[in-house]
Nanobody, 126 residues
Framework: QVQLVESGGGLVQPGGSLRLSCSAS????????ITWFRQAPGKEREAVSY????????DYADSVKGRFTISRDNTKNSVYLQMNSLKPEDTAVYYC???????????????????WGQGTQVTVSS
């Protein structure tokens, strides 16, 4: 079993920055990837960014490339999402998810993740 807890959300003005954290506990052998998803009101949950357990792979959705950076600290079992140049369309509940991907290119598929956090709200508004 893996437990995930997100933190760091809040209200920020357009152009501002936030850093989200995802703290993992439990069996780290149960997954090889952690991915950030987000879900805006009335929209489907979408993948935002991914990092492999080995740090070998990272990837980003086109909508956040160049603005968001994912990283991890294995000594703290934590994954971070640095979000810069935030836009109103980034407003959503952000979730971290852990799963065992058979192939890194499958990172965007929600069904590939067995463990989810409770989410943290990010609101970008003036």
């Amino acid at each position: 079993q893996v437990q995930l807890v997100e933190s760091g959300g809040g209200l920020v003005q357009p152009g501002g920055s936030l850093r989200l954290s995802c703290s993992a506990s439990g069996s780290t052998l149960d997954y090889n990837a952690i991915t950030w998803f987000r879900q805006a009101p009335g929209k489907e949950r979408e993948a935002v960014s991914y990092i492999s357990s080995s740090d070998t792979y990272t990837d980003y959705a086109d909508s956040v490339k160049g603005r968001f950076t994912i990283s991890r600290d294995n000594t703290k079992n934590s994954v971070y999402l640095q979000m810069n140049s935030l836009k109103p369309e980034d407003t959503a509940v952000y979730y971290c998810a852990a799963g065992r991907l058979p192939d890194p290119y499958m990172w965007m598929g929600r069904l590939n993740y067995d463990y989810w956090g409770q989410g943290t709200q990010v609101t970008v508004s003036s």
